[in-house]
């Protein structure tokens, strides 16, 4: 069955632009998750959506990291004024429900690098 | 959630069974044990998880002990493909804020041909 799809897979940009990274959910789930990965490092939660609930925005780095999910499927993660620091590999997540018990199932991210 | 610990790596020969220890000695009784695994370039891929009762699926088995403080991830018949990190976690229900995964340093699996 069709897993979490994430484009594009790859992204080189110049520091000072603009990247927006797409994630598509598993059809169904409503809980949707965006990570970051640095080179050899562990994941660093960024942000949360639930259904039409207001997302946790608690991980989000600085005020240049947004996400939005519309309609409950598709989500933009989007970063502004790129940053050296921000290259890394985004990894986005679902899930069928919150709480926990159920497992989050990955996408294999974007692996972003500003030059 | 509780904190987990795993040998940082271990070999096991194509074709045998891999078995994967993690320790959790400090669980509560609301959290569940997950093991996922994460092939170089690739997402984290989910395997197993489970409660207190020991579980099989497509991919593994999951072994939880008695007292809960210990489980093992067991890959029946490993193959090269099975070459990857294996991350054991321990999460509660719900929890509030964020319900964010974190992983530890988890084990490198290498399997020999």
Known sequence: GAGV?????NKVTEKGKDVELRCDPISGHTA?????????????????FQGNSAPDKSGLPSDRFSAERTGGSVSTLTIQRTQQEDSAVYLCASSIDRGGV????FGDGTRLSIL | DAKTTQPPSMDCAEGRA????????????NEYVYWYRQIHSQGPQY??????????????????????????LILPHATLRDTAVYYCIVRGLGG?????????????LIIQP
Not at chain 1, 5 to 9: E, L
Not at chain 1, 102 to 105: A, C, M, S
Not at chain 2, 18 to 29: D, E, K, R, V, Y
Not at chain 2, 97 to 107: I, P, R, S
């Open chain 1, 5 to 9: 799809s994430q484009s594009p897979s």
């Open chain 1, 32 to 48: 949707l998750y965006w990570y970051r990965q640095s080179l050899g490092q562990g994941l660093e939660f960024l942000i949360y």
């Open chain 1, 102 to 105: 159920q497992p989050q199932h």
């Open chain 2, 18 to 29: 891999a078995n994967l220890p993690c320790n959790h000695s400090t669980i509560s009784g």
């Open chain 2, 47 to 72: 395997i197993i998880h489970g409660l207190k009762n020991n579980e099989t699926n497509e991919m593994a088995s999951l072994i939880i002990t008695e007292d809960r403080k210990s489980s093992t």
């Open chain 2, 96 to 108: 509030g804020g964020a319900d964010g995964l974190t992983f530890g340093k988890g084990t490198h």
